[in-house]
């Protein structure tokens, strides 16, 4: 079987949950014996191209084209088009960030097929490749299958798998090839404006390692900047589940959950979060789930690593000074 | 109002939505209008000749994998725990 995994760059930089999904596809050509053909597409996107060569890739595709400077659906379908029916893989890959959400389905549908998007892992049942996805906010997983012939098409959800697993090239570098694309301007049908942010302090918090986030547990917003002080000893960003944005104590941009952000960090910090699974969709991703509650029966606790049952006002001090503690130390 | 024993099947429910729909209908003058005839529209017709290309084999509730291990003590003990997990057994900080 040939995988061939689409990566994605924004403004000049990975988006990381590219190398979730390479190492997804590493581990599914692992299980199927299958090589893992790694695309990078773009303009000047050389450098990003030689550095993809350094995993542990059959080959790297490199797509370069003036019109593919900028992102736009109808340029990637065009020119992604053409790679895969040359190509001709039987699985394509991509990290389900907003921008797949926005070109993979159309592209999916320009050939033909269907997509199986938004997986959080795979099975190998004696060759046969079952995706395991979820519905209903997380509330029920299904396992889901492709009928009919390949290319196969899907996305898996960030944090679903590590991308410091990824295995490095064995030898020395994958060969990079560089594949033409016929697209002209006629054919894009949306011109991208400049990218820009609501507001100048606006994090994108699926970038960041390190979360704290809280909930109504924290009560009051004058209890906020002690939440703050421990985000800022442990050298990470101060996120909260959906009632403390609706309440306007923190911006919108922190919110963490379904109707907010989905963002998969080293290490996630819950202080008086419940576990509602609005919020819990949003985080369930990141790799070690800490959980601070005084009510020992909350769900959050049911999907973390460490538990705490706790008085956050009582911890989050304490917590803060261990942690000043430790880097001094 | 809906009978206990109506509500007692699935089906006996449906019967009884129905004929609360029923009823409405009648309440609001739509009595006696003739029906409009609902057009059928094949797969094919609409241009979609594909066959299906997934099939969910299954649908459950996930089960939980994570096994939560719960610290206790003082605010400062278990800060103190936290920090030393979180820097030599999970490595994150």
Redesign the interface.
């Known amino acids: 079987m040939k995988i061939l995994v689409i990566t994605e760059l924004r403004q000049g930089k990975w988006n990381n949950a590219s190398f979730e999904t390479l190492a997804a596809a590493q581990q599914i050509a692992k299980d199927t014996s299958s090589a893992v053909s790694a695309l990078v597409i773009g303009k000047d996107v050389a450098a990003f191209a030689e550095e993809l060569a350094g995993k542990n890739v059959a080959e790297v595709l490199r797509v370069e084209h003036n019109l593919l400077e900028a992102y736009t659906p109808d340029g990637y379908c065009v020119a992604l088009k053409q790679v895969v029916e040359n190509a001709k893989p039987n699985l394509v890959l991509f990290p389900h960030t907003y921008q797949v959400r926005d070109f993979a389905p159309k592209l999916s549908a320009m050939l ?3 997509m ?1 998007g938004d997986c959080i892992g795979y099975r190998n049942e004696g060759g046969k490749l ?1 995706f395991v996805r ?2 209903f906010q ?11 012939a390949a290319p ?1 098409f899907a996305s898996f959800q960030s944090g679903a798998f590590r991308a410091d697993l990824l295995a490095a090239h064995p030898s020395e570098k994958a060969p990079v090839n560089s594949v033409t694309v016929s697209l002209s301007a006629e054919q894009i049908r949306t011109k991208p404006l400049d990218l820009f942010k609501e507001v100048k302090s606006a994090v994108d918090l699926t970038q960041a390692p ?1 979360i704290v986030a809280i909930g109504r547990g924290i009560k009051a917003p004058e209890n906020i900047p002690q939440a703050e002080a421990l985000a800022k000893a ?2 990470g960003e101060i996120a909260a589940s959906r009632p403390i944005c609706d309440e306007g104590w923190l911006p919108m941009e922190r919110q963490i959950g379904s109707s907010g952000q989905t963002v998969a960090p ?2 996630y910090l819950a202080l008086g979060i419940s576990g509602a699974i609005q919020h819990v969709v949003g985080m369930k991703g990141a ?5 601070i509650n005084k009510d020992a029966n909350a769900p959050i ?11 956050i006002f ?2 989050m ?3 803060t ?3 000043e ?2 880097k001094s130390g | 109002m809906v009978s206990a024993s109506r509500m007692s099947t699935a089906g006996g429910a449906l019967d009884s939505i129905r004929h609360q729909q029923s009823t409405l209908r009648h309440s609001e003058g739509h009595h006696g209008r003739q029906e409009k005839e609902i057009a059928a529209a094949s797969r094919e017709s609409l241009g979609v000749s594909h066959e299906p290309t997934q099939k969910i084999e299954k649908i459950y509730v996930p089960t939980k994998t994570k096994k939560t291990e719960f610290l206790t003590g003082t605010p400062k003990e278990v800060a103190t725990k936290l920090v030393e997990k979180l820097k030599f057994e999970a490595r994150v900080i």
């Open positions: 033909g097929k269907g199986i079952v979820q519905m997380g509330k029920t997983a299904a396992d889901v299958t492709f009928t009919g196969w390190l442990l050298g080293k290490l790799r070690t789930i800490v959980a606790f049911e999907i973390a690593d460490y538990g705490i049952v706790g008085d009582e911890i001090p304490a917590l000074e261990a942690l503690r430790a």
